[in-house]
């Protein structure tokens, strides 16, 4: 079944700095979505990215299917910026399968 | 707005109790999902349904049913609750098959 690598598992940033989130998946997919995560909170959706790029905010996503992959960037990150990214990958078969996150922290 | 709840949102079980976890939306969404979150495993799909009366099996599906009586609703029940099944749970709900999931807030369980 599909497996889902996210690097970097942690990631450490000074106030400012921009970022690079990986996420590859190891068979095809139809879709992708990509989420945030504080510690003990819930999952908060940043982008729903079956293909191509979307932007929000200070966040771009990036999705090429045909290479499995997708990034997300985050640009001038802030401290609030700090949790865990998570992205999942789907099929097409109504089933998600979620990579172990990035858990990212920004210090001032 | 659109959402998901689910209650309880903290629950404290004995081992070999029986445990039920309730999830409800207002999207209108077809396709339900319930999934466990441990330290170290991400997040993992137990059962799933994509509309009422029906339910089919995620990844980890051993020790628990779920029950899809409505649209709105989908329950999660552990018959003979282990220590193994102490874990942050999450409901999502989704339109498609393969479209835009919606999480709720999460129930943490423990049990003793």
């Known amino acids: 079944g599909q497996q889902v690598q996210q690097s970097p598992a942690s990631l450490v940033l000074q106030e400012g700095e921009n970022a690079e989130l990986q996420c590859n998946f190891s068979?095809?997919?139809?879709?992708m979505q990509w989420f945030y995560q504080r510690p003990g909170g819930s999952l908060v959706s940043l982008f729903y990215?079956?293909?191509g790029t979307k932007h929000s905010g200070r966040l771009t996503s990036t999705t090429v299917i045909k290479e499995r992959r997708s990034s997300l960037h985050i640009s001038s990150s802030q401290t609030t910026d700090s949790g865990t990214y998570l992205c999942?990958?789907?099929?097409?078969?109504?089933?998600?399968?979620f990579g172990a996150g990035t858990r990212l922290k920004v210090i001032a | 707005e659109a959402a998901v709840t689910q209650s309880p949102r903290n629950k404290v079980a004995v081992t070999g109790g029986k445990v039920t976890l309730s999830c409800n939306q207002t999207?209108?969404?077809?396709?339900m999902y319930w999934y466990r979150q441990d330290t170290g495993h991400g997040l993992r799909l137990i059962h799933y349904?994509?509309?009422?009366?029906?339910?089919e099996k995620g990844d980890i599906p051993d020790g628990y049913k779920a029950s899809r009586p409505s649209q709105e609703n989908f329950s999660l029940i552990l018959e003979l609750a282990t220590p193994s099944q102490t874990s942050v749970y999450f409901c999502?709900?989704?339109?498609?098959?393969?479209?835009?999931?919606?999480f709720g807030p999460g129930t943490r369980l423990t049990v003793l």
């Open positions: 999942a990958s789907n099929t097409g078969n109504y089933k998600y399968v």
């Open positions: 990215n079956p293909s």
């Open positions: 068979t095809s997919l139809n879709s």
């Open positions: 349904s994509y509309g009422a009366g029906s339910t």
């Open positions: 999207n209108n969404h077809n396709n």
């Open positions: 999502a709900s989704g339109e498609d098959r393969e479209g835009e999931q919606y």
